[in-house]
């Protein structure tokens, strides 16, 4: 027998993309007549050649799990993708129907993927026949342990995956009765989903109170049914319910409060149990026990409103016209309420069961688990969606209308410019950042376009500082002196700049020597300034030039580079002493340079008042203006304290901050405002 040709996987969702209609349609057209050529086989060619062919397996596993992440829809709507999704079932229904199933397909993973893209009445045969296969139930032992080890670690375990995998279970349980008695047994599963429940993560809880539905509604669906399995689980139910209720918990807040609230099962139990004819009391009283944690409100059916009819004046409806209503808030809440059990389901489909049960939601969930649903339902399209178009209201009067004007145009100043000629170059038009690989450490790295150290200089030669109007009023230079307020940035200025001390003592002995000629520049003079500093003509002729323009920055550097060393061999006390006899008298000689009293008033006589007055020098001898001589702080009553103190008031104007004021006056004079 001649080979086949390969099976070619099928593309996921970001290559899809890229493929256009035709090429897509041929790609349908290859599998579909690659599988009718494996489907054509005998049964014992299927099993030496389809069953051992690697790109089969792989394309039905890739297509599966495609198909059950994005829908059928990923196939299209031709009549080929119609053909081969019906082709894929009959491949892998083959395939598990062999004596030795491939083991790729018995892993549950596929097998869910399988039983989400096809119904349940035409996958359940096939899954509880390869239930009892190795493979499956070695794949089922792994994932049951993971769930249960990452059920009960809580916060710490993997939660995103543990929802995923939840989700992606609940089609193979739902499917498979065998599968919900697996994961049933033992109370190590139902335990885990309880504890987990505990978690705050809303996605996660919604997967956690379906699994454990589905599992328990799978025991009631076997052949023959459970009902000793189902008893014990809900007895654990009921006392991890209590557990809870006495805990510090709220009540309301736990898995078995969600379950019976929000999902039939308690009906459902008890509806099958009648049905067995197992009339016992112990599950009755189990389920009694069970109603009582509903939660309040729970299950109350909001009312339907009536309907009224209202005539908005917008013309007469023909007889063949259906105008749907508008789509009321319960009935959205009655398809999400489904959609969180069978989410494979379309809103359309959801509310066309609902109109056929008269919204009875828990009715719609027990025939969508039993399979069990009338022939124009059962055939009708699982997917559909609701539509948002409304039939358009047809009216009699058709009677042409004129025209209505044309819309104006709009013009805007980049009309008929490059882009709007299409005629703009190409390279020059990106979307988003210009370079998005680079990051702003590789742009500020790039030296192409800055600009280069001569052409910062020439601009800052070109800097004007008398055009910038600011305040200048609290300048080093005005106040007269520098605070230093003991900060790291003081102590780094603090250190001599050798080549500044070089640049100013060079500038004191020539200025021409900073001149911008060349015969200057190659002078001995700016020789040994570029050797000395080790800078260029430009940067030694720039400091020059912002020398001379900053008035304030000569004085410093005269006080900063002065020839003072700080040598003084005698250190005289500037304290002032008082006279015992007379300190007026004593100041004043002390001030003008005459008489024969100590020297301790002679660097104070200078002061005011009682300190020796102003007039030791001028007086002559203590004479002249001494003689007005007091203490503010003397004895009060005394006529020299009083003249002391009269004479500090009257001074005061000679002094204080008239700096600031005429500051100020001259701010106001260029048209600044007050405050």
Avoid at 15 to 33: F, G, K, Q, Y
Wanted: aromatic share 6%.
């Amino acid at each position: 027998m001649a080979t086949l040709p390969p099976f070619a996987p099928f593309p996921e969702a970001p290559w899809r993309d890229h493929i256009v209609p035709e090429e897509w349609e041929a790609c349908l057209s290859n599998w579909i007549t690659l599988a009718e050529a494996h489907l054509s086989l005998s049964d014992d060619q299927f099993v030496l050649s389809s069953v051992k062919d690697e790109s089969l397996l792989s394309f039905l596993s890739s297509f599966m799990r495609e198909a059950a992440s994005d829908g059928v829809a990923v196939l299209g709507t031709s009549k080929s993708a119609r053909v081969l999704f019906r082709q894929c079932f009959v491949l892998v229904s083959k395939c598990l129907q062999m004596p030795s199933p491939p083991h790729s397909l018995l892993q549950w993973e596929f097998l869910s993927d399988f039983c989400r893209v096809y119904s349940k009445r035409r996958t359940s045969s096939l899954i509880n026949g390869v239930f009892h296969k190795p493979q499956l139930t070695t794949s089922l032992n792994a994932l049951k342990k993971w769930l249960i080890l990452t059920l009960d670690s809580g916060l710490k375990g993997d939660l995103k995956t543990l929802e995923a995998r939840l989700k992606r279970l609940n089609h193979l349980v739902h499917t498979s009765p065998d599968v919900a008695t697996f994961f049933m047994a033992g109370s190590d599963f139902i335990d885990g989903l309880i504890n987990c429940f505990k978690i705050m993560n809303p996605p996660l809880r919604k997967a956690i109170v379906t699994t454990a539905y589905l599992c328990l509604i799978g025991l009631t669906e076997g052949d023959p049914p459970n009902f000793s399995m189902l008893t014990d689980q809900l007895y654990s139910l009921k006392g991890a319910a209590e557990s809870h209720k006495a805990g510090p918990l709220n009540v309301n807040d736990s898995m078995v409060a969600e379950l019976v609230t929000v999902t039939p099962i308690l009906k459902q139990v008890q509806r099958r149990l009648e049905e067995s004819g197992s009339s016992t009391t112990r599950w009755r009283s189990v389920i009694t026990t069970l109603e009582g944690f509903k939660k309040p409100g729970g299950t109350v059916r909001p009312k339907r409103p009536i309907k009224r009819k209202i005539d908005k004046g917008k013309g007469i409806m023909t007889e063949d016209d259906d105008v749907p209503g508008e789509m009321r808030m319960h009935r959205m809440s009655q398809i999400s309420q489904i959609q969180d059990l069978f989410s494979d389901l379309g809103s359309g489909f959801i509310s066309k069961l609902l109109d056929e049960y008269r919204d009875d939601t828990e009715q719609v969930v027990a025939h969508l688990l039993e399979d069990d649903l009338p022939p124009h339902l059962a055939a009708a399209d699982r997917a559909e969606e609701l539509s948002p178009e409304r039939s358009r209201r047809k009216s009699r009067d058709i009677a042409p209308r004129p025209t209505p004007p044309q819309v104006p145009v709009r013009h805007n100043v980049f009309d008929d410019d490059e882009f709007d000629k299409l005629a703009v170059d190409l390279s020059n038009v990106h979307f988003g950042k210009r370079n998005p690989d680079k990051s702003a450490d590789d742009i500020l790295n790039d030296r192409s376009s800055a600009p280069n150290r001569a052409a910062i200089l020439s601009a800052l030669s070109a800097f004007d500082a008398d055009d910038d109007e600011r305040d200048d009023t609290y300048d080093a230079a005005d106040a007269g002196l520098v605070v230093n307020d003991g900060t790291a940035e003081d102590a780094d200025d603090k250190r001599k700049d050798a080549n500044e001390e070089v640049l100013f003592r060079a500038y004191q002995s020539d200025p021409k020597a900073f001149d911008r000629d060349a015969a200057t520049r190659r002078g001995n003079t700016r020789t040994k300034l570029k050797q000395q500093t080790g800078m260029t003509d430009e940067t030694i002729e720039g400091w020059a030039v912002m020398l001379a323009r900053t008035p304030h920055q000569m004085r410093q550097l005269e006080m900063k580079y002065s020839a003072f060393g700080g040598e003084q061999p005698i250190l005289a006390s500037t304290a002032w002493r008082a006279s015992p006899a007379d300190s007026a008298a004593e100041d004043s000689e002390a001030d003008g340079g005459s008489g024969t009293n100590t020297p301790q008033g002679g660097p104070r006589g200078r002061g005011r008042g009682g300190r020796g007055g102003r007039g030791g020098g001028r007086g002559g001898g203590g004479g002249g203006r001494g003689g007005r001589g007091g203490n503010v702080a003397g004895p009060s009553g005394e006529k020299d304290t009083e003249s002391a103190r009269r004479r500090k008031e009257a001074n005061k104007g000679s002094r204080a901050n008239h700096n600031r004021r005429d500051q100020r006056a001259r701010k106001m004079a260029r048209g600044g405002f007050p405050g």
